[in-house]
Nanobody
């Protein structure tokens, strides 16, 4: 059974850093492209970063380029999102998810996410 457990969120001042973790189970993260999403209050969910299946390429949302770094530890089936120089507009709940084929019902599964609040 596919599960995602996101953690590491919290409240931080502008300019601060957080490291989010996503522990996955029920599948192997290194077999799929992995994505970090975020959803701010009253807004639609958006893609923050996408890591290729091989783990050798990451594409970032323009708003986080140069500040966020996505990584993966295949040995423990976990992906990370290092967030630096955080801004108030980064405030959101963050989720990770594998890039399942469109026909795969496992694509409907989401974790609880982890909340990030950036405020002075």
């Amino acid at each position: 059974q596919v599960q995602y457990v996101e953690s590491g969120g919290g409240m931080v001042q502008p300019g601060g850093s957080l490291r989010l973790s996503c522990s996955a189970s029920g599948f192997t993260v290194s077999n799929y492209a992995m994505t970090w999403y975020r959803q701010a209050p009253g807004q639609e969910r958006e893609i923050v970063a996408v890591m290729s299946r091989a783990g050798d390429n990451v594409v970032y949302h323009d708003a986080v380029k140069g500040r966020f770094i996505m990584s993966r530890d295949s040995a423990i089936n976990t992906v990370y999102l290092q967030m630096n120089n955080l801004k108030p507009e980064d405030t959101a709940r963050y989720y990770c998810k594998a890039a399942w084929p469109k026909s795969d019902i496992r694509g409907n599964i989401w974790g609880q996410g982890t909340p990030v609040t950036v405020s002075s």
